[in-house]
């Protein structure tokens, strides 16, 4: 009975293993998934137009910092340009 009782324990172990390893990759795919359909979805920034005229756009990343704002901002005052900040 001993036996019995071993052979039991060992099979609800093995198959307790198993299916949390099924359950890991499963997991594992859907995340895979989820990360290609955010890639696929990504859009790149708009870097080129096709105009009539030849034109500039000016653009500042100012996540990096703000201390040459007011720099900027006095150079393109006194050349009358435009340009965007994000």
């Not at 071993?6 to 093995?14: M, Y």
């Not at 859009?43 to 030849?54: A, F, G, L, Q």
């Amino acid at each position: 009975m001993n036996y019995t009782y071993k052979r039991i324990k060992a099979f609800i172990l093995s198959i307790s293993v198993f299916l949390v390893a099924l359950l890991t990759i499963i997991g594992f795919i859907i995340s895979i998934k989820n990360i290609c359909s955010l890639i696929q979805k990504y859009e790149s920034p708009i870097n080129r137009v096709d105009t009539k005229e030849e034109q500039i756009a000016l653009t500042f990343d100012v996540a990096w910092g703000s201390e040459n704002i007011e720099d900027i901002l006095d150079i393109l005052d006194k050349y009358n340009a435009k340009a965007t900040f994000f």
